[in-house]
């Protein structure tokens, strides 16, 4: 049997009330005061994964170093915990139902009638322990997606009832998410949405052993007395989470209130050292202390959800603090950019071009690549936003007008964007992009490696789509050189434009390795040439 402890966080009242920043937060204290931690989301949904659903749906599709694309919490986890997430931080009803009915083709249940209990409910189980049974970690924290009471969220909740009652009360505890709404009419906060939550959790057997309570304003001590009466527990059991000025606050305000502390109490845990957060203070310093500001222009077709690029705006933080400088995205519609796009977006100190699928928005975006290019302005290209700057210059240096991505126009008779050869067979749409971490030769005269401070690294990708290496020579001889290779494949991986301050364009996504502790290298260059680039201007 494992020896990890197990904390379930489940949510009430409402979405959105941040279930995977109290998870990653809570994560970040247990491991400063030094146990090994790691943190799985369980997603009601029957998509198999994220990886088909539009952003408009489910926000951001994050990647992890083995190709699984995952929720985009995992990137809260790996941010906070500056520990990477794998296949099995993230599971969803389809990927559970899928597991049952193929293994009932196999015959594997002997002509037993296949249900919810035992068969659905064994399987989640399964998958619960799953990172336990590796031996890396003495705490799993595992985050049930959606509120207690959804329907599809019901065989995640009873199969938490059982596994908790099968493993025991010291090794497993439930943290209640729920909501104080402040009723301004009547200039008070309300518990009833509290009480209701944790008794509609109580009817399905689990009784809550600490309940964080979001709100917008303090706790009074007659209100937590009244929501631990009601909810069977002690007090100090009820821990306030207040709307906070970022996320990166809220593990200190949970240190406040000695959340780590309860857990580990209910955990039987020793308590070990202090929590020493001391690095992670002095970056809430250089966060909230900038002392220069620019500017970024962020094109992309999807800006008016902006969990769609959360990692990116994520990575943007980080690489603000190291350069003690707070980022402005102004976040544009690629779609507007189809005229006076110079008058929209030449007063920036930089620009990225997102990454994306599909033709909406696909010229805006080119549009925009040239406008960085001519004038000089710093340029960061991610993904789709690199094949733009590729598709741009072959059409407005190398002189072929009808240059394109074959994504766009599959006649074109300058595909400078092709699709990937082993691609090309695939009919099947999930899971089956090139996918996951992928190593990266560059060329040490590169600002990309000035950045790295490396010639080799890795980087996680997701696209069918490349760079089309029999038009290398063309555009290296013009100016855009093909500084990253991938040594495997020869595959063109950063481009990047000598004589421009700052231009360059990456076929991966460096944002989804950003974190707190190790802000990604090319948002710090980036970041420092817009700054330097707005200096200038002024």
Known sequence: MSSSKYIFV????????????????????????????????????????????????????????????TDLDLGHYERFLNVPTSQD????????????????????????????????????????????????????????????GDIEALPFIEAVRQFKWEMGDRNVIVIHLTLVPYLKSAGELKTKPTQHSVRNLSESGIQPDILVCRTEFHLSQDIRKKIALFSNLQQNCVIESIDAETIYDVPLLMKKEKLDIRVLQKLNL???????????????????????????????????????YKSIAEAFIHAGAVNECKVNIEWIQSEKLLENVYETIANYDGILVAPGFGERGFEGKINAVKIAREHKIPFFGICLGMQCAVVEFARNVLFLPEAASTEMNPSTPDPV???????????????????????????????????????????????????????????????????????????????????????????????????????HPLFVGFVRAALEFSKLKN
């Open 270 to 308: 020793e308590e070990k050292q202090e929590p020493n957060l001391d690095t992670w203070k002095e970056f809430l310093g250089k966060l909230k202390n900038p002392t220069s500001e620019i500017n970024i222009a962020l094109i992309g077709k999807y800006v008016e959800l902006k969990d769609a």
């Open 89 to 148: 931080n993230n599971v969803t009803t389809g990927r559970i139902y899928f597991k049952v009915i193929s293994e009932e083709r196999q015959g594997k249940f002997l002509g037993k009638t296949v249900q919810v209990v035992p068969h659905i409910t064994d399987e989640i189980k399964k998958n619960f322990k799953a990172l336990g049974q590796t031996g890396k970690f003495d705490i799993i924290i595992t985050e049930i997606g959606g509120c207690v």
């Open 10 to 69: 489940t949510g009430g009242v409402t979405s959105s009330l941040g279930k995977g920043i109290i998870s990653a937060s809570l994560a970040k204290l247990l491991q400063a005061r030094g146990y090994s931690v790691t943190i799985q989301k369980f997603d009601p949904y029957i998509n198999v994964d994220p990886g088909t659903l539009n952003p408009y749906e489910h926000g951001e599709c994050y990647v992890t170093d083995d190709g699984a694309e």
């Open 417 to 519: 964007i092709d699709m990937m050869e082993e691609q090309k067979k695939i009919t099947q749409k999930g899971g089956t992009m090139r996918l996951g971490a992928f190593p990266c030769q560059i060329d040490e005269n590169s600002k990309s490696a000035k950045a790295y401070q490396s010639t080799l690294i890795s980087e996680r990708h997701r696209h069918r789509y490349e760079f089309n290496s029999n038009y290398k020579e063309k555009y290296t001889q013009a100016g855009m050189i093909p500084v990253g290779i991938n040594p495997e494949t020869g595959l063109v991986e950063i481009v990047e434009i000598q004589e421009h301050p700052w231009f360059v364009g990456v076929q991966f996504h460096p944002e989804l390795k950003s974190t707190v502790l190790n802000p």
